[in-house]
């Protein structure tokens, strides 16, 4: 840990001695380069990543520690800074939601500014950008078989600035569980598909009785979901821990 400490601080040191052996108080200071400190707090216990792009090809990318900071020598140009936490950019800064998975729990911040002075500390915050489902499907009396669950959906990612991407998103569970859900544009439709053991029983448009029931996929951090459906009544009942909606199921789609 100590040594850990002295090679932190020599290498802000270095940073230092570099930028300041770079430039003169007597200098046009424009084109002389900028420390930025990216402070990165109050994220999940896994690391996060940053990835800072610019101009001629600058790319920063790197991970830290839960709750640190790290220090960057960059122009002072328009920069694009992400940090993500959950999952891992891949090189041209999306994150990709593999085929067949649920989305990671992904927290994320994305910005873009222009570095002013010698010095500019960024404060980061991330936006948590999936909801967790917990997925409910009561049986109908005297059914003593499991059903098993599939989501279809229209996200399988998200762009280098954060927005969702269209895709295919598919993940399959069992009735009982939950199921991480990537944000979703006003556009995008979810679809919920359950089987029993050998044959589909039914399918309904998911994403229409979230908005339905007054989800809000913008908020900076979504809320997780419960979901439960009772075929024997033919109603879904959605809730978080501010709200709770009750919906009659329509017809299949």
Same mark, same amino acid.
């Given at each position: 840990?100590?040594?850990?400490?002295?090679?932190?601080? +020599?290498?802000?040191?270095?940073?230092?001695?570099?930028?300041?052996?770079?430039?003169?108080?007597?200098?046009? =200071?424009?084109?002389?380069?900028?420390?930025?400190?990216?402070?990165?707090?109050?994220?999940?216990?896994? !690391?996060?990543? %940053?990835?800072?792009?610019?101009?001629?090809?600058?790319?920063?990318?790197?991970?830290? &520690?839960?709750?640190?900071?790290?220090?960057? +020598?960059?122009?002072?140009?328009?920069?694009?800074?992400?940090?993500?936490? /959950?999952?891992?950019?891949?090189?041209?800064?999306?994150?990709?939601? !593999?085929?067949?998975?649920?989305?990671?729990? *992904?927290? *994320?911040?994305?910005?873009?500014?222009?570095?002013?002075?010698?010095?500019?500390?960024?404060?980061?915050? *991330?936006?948590?950008?999936?909801?967790?489902?917990?997925?409910?499907?009561?049986?109908?009396? /005297?059914?003593?078989?499991?059903?098993?669950?599939?989501?279809?959906?229209?996200?399988?990612?998200?762009? +280098?600035?954060?927005? &969702?991407?269209?895709? !295919?998103?598919?993940?399959?569970?069992? +009735?009982?569980?939950?199921?991480?859900?990537?944000?979703?544009?006003?556009?995008?439709?979810?679809?919920?598909? @359950?089987?029993? &053991?050998?044959?589909?029983? =039914?399918?309904?448009?998911?994403?229409? %009785? @979230?908005?339905?029931?007054? %989800?809000?996929?913008?908020?900076?951090?979504?809320?997780?979901?419960?979901?439960?459906?009772?075929?024997?009544?033919?109603? @879904?009942?959605?809730?978080?821990?501010?709200?709770?909606?009750?919906?009659?199921?329509?017809?299949?789609?």
């Amino acid at each position: 840990m100590f040594r850990s400490t002295l090679r932190r601080r +020599a290498f802000g040191l270095f940073l230092i001695s570099l930028f300041g052996a770079s430039c003169t108080v007597k200098e046009d =200071r424009a084109d002389c380069p900028c420390l930025l400190t990216v402070r990165m707090e109050g994220l999940p216990s896994y !690391p996060a990543c %940053y990835l800072v792009t610019g101009p001629d090809g600058l790319r920063l990318q790197g991970l830290a &520690p839960a709750d640190t900071s790290v220090v960057l +020598a960059v122009p002072r140009e328009l920069l694009s800074v992400q940090v993500s936490a /959950g999952a891992m950019p891949v090189e041209d800064g999306r994150i990709r939601i !593999p085929a067949g998975q649920e989305s990671p729990p *992904l927290y *994320l911040f994305c910005g873009r500014f222009r570095p002013e002075s010698d010095a500019v500390l960024l404060n980061v915050q *991330l936006s948590k950008q999936f909801c967790a489902l917990t997925l409910k499907v009561a049986q109908p009396p /005297g059914n003593g078989d499991a059903f098993r669950t599939r989501i279809r959906g229209q996200v399988a990612g998200f762009s +280098a600035d954060g927005h &969702p991407v269209t895709g !295919p998103f598919t993940c399959e569970g069992g +009735a009982d569980g939950v199921v991480r859900l990537p944000r979703q544009s006003p556009a995008d439709e979810l679809w919920l598909d @359950i089987f029993m &053991p050998d044959e589909h029983l =039914r399918s309904f448009a998911l994403g229409s %009785y @979230i908005r339905e029931a007054g %989800y809000d996929w913008t908020a900076p951090d979504l809320q997780d979901l419960t979901l439960e459906i009772n075929l024997s009544v033919t109603q @879904i009942t959605f809730t978080t821990p501010d709200w709770s909606a009750v919906i009659p199921l329509e017809m299949d789609v």
